[in-house]
């Protein structure tokens, strides 16, 4: 391969990346990645590349590049602002709660449901998943809720009472970190709960255990 015709493909190689990374979806790493090509492929030719493409069309690229970086980063800067506006609320509205598919997880999510509504009011089920052992009576299930507002250490003491009103002794309770569980339960029933102070989410387990 000839001198020339190396060079004609560097160049080609130097602008297709180039135009790859100007649509590309990741903006951050597309600034990055754009301006470390230039300036390598600048710092082994330049004076082939200044002949090849010209300095206008040099600088037409890069000015390009500069006005859609500039303007990715604006919408980003928008967008993270109407997120940061967003009302404890207005997350909980935005999500979409799931049915249940079976009487064992509508019976697990109904029993979650009853103790979380008492201490944290409205809630939706995010997930839920039930697993049968031993027998069809020997359940346990796994379960995310969210919250309609922002959880709170005291809302511990609270689970606590409704758990202990429902008649399931203490197990366990504590916080650790930004981190609440509570485990509470019987010979036949235990019951699960967890979450993070200052997040909208509350995670539940319920095992129902056959004699």
Same mark, same amino acid.
């Given at each position: 391969m000839d001198k020339k015709t190396k060079t004609i493909i560097v160049v080609v190689l130097v602008v297709g990346v180039i135009g790859g990374l100007y649509y590309g979806v990741n903006r951050w790493r597309e600034q990055r990645l754009a301006n470390q090509i230039l300036k390598e492929a600048y710092g082994l030719n330049t004076g082939v590349l200044g002949g090849l493409l010209g300095g206008s069309v040099q600088e037409k690229i890069a000015k390009e590049m500069a006005k859609e970086a500039a303007k990715n980063e604006l919408q980003q800067a928008e967008d993270e602002a109407k997120e940061a506006a967003k009302t404890p609320e207005d997350r909980y509205d935005e999500t979409e709660e799931m049915a249940t598919y079976d009487d064992n997880s509508k019976?697990?999510? !109904? %029993?979650?449901?009853?103790?979380i509504e008492k201490v944290f009011g409205k809630t939706k089920l995010v997930?839920?998943?039930? &697993?049968a052992y031993g027998s %069809? &009576?020997?359940?346990?299930? #796994? #379960? %995310?809720?969210?919250?309609?507002?922002?959880?709170t250490g005291? !809302?511990?003491?609270?689970? &606590?009472?409704a758990?202990? !009103?429902k008649g399931l002794p203490i197990i366990q309770s504590g916080i650790a970190d930004k981190t609440a569980t509570v485990m509470s339960g019987n010979d036949n029933n235990v019951y699960s709960f967890g979450f993070e102070i200052g997040e909208q989410t509350v995670n539940a387990n319920? #095992?129902?255990?056959?004699e």
């Amino acid at each position: 391969m000839d001198k020339k015709t190396k060079t004609i493909i560097v160049v080609v190689l130097v602008v297709g990346v180039i135009g790859g990374l100007y649509y590309g979806v990741n903006r951050w790493r597309e600034q990055r990645l754009a301006n470390q090509i230039l300036k390598e492929a600048y710092g082994l030719n330049t004076g082939v590349l200044g002949g090849l493409l010209g300095g206008s069309v040099q600088e037409k690229i890069a000015k390009e590049m500069a006005k859609e970086a500039a303007k990715n980063e604006l919408q980003q800067a928008e967008d993270e602002a109407k997120e940061a506006a967003k009302t404890p609320e207005d997350r909980y509205d935005e999500t979409e709660e799931m049915a249940t598919y079976d009487d064992n997880s509508k019976f697990a999510a !109904d %029993e979650a449901r009853k103790i979380i509504e008492k201490v944290f009011g409205k809630t939706k089920l995010v997930s839920v998943y039930s &697993n049968a052992y031993g027998s %069809e &009576n020997s359940v346990s299930s #796994m #379960m %995310e809720f969210k919250i309609s507002r922002l959880a709170t250490g005291a !809302d511990l003491s609270a689970l &606590n009472k409704a758990l202990t !009103d429902k008649g399931l002794p203490i197990i366990q309770s504590g916080i650790a970190d930004k981190t609440a569980t509570v485990m509470s339960g019987n010979d036949n029933n235990v019951y699960s709960f967890g979450f993070e102070i200052g997040e909208q989410t509350v995670n539940a387990n319920i #095992m129902v255990i056959s004699e």
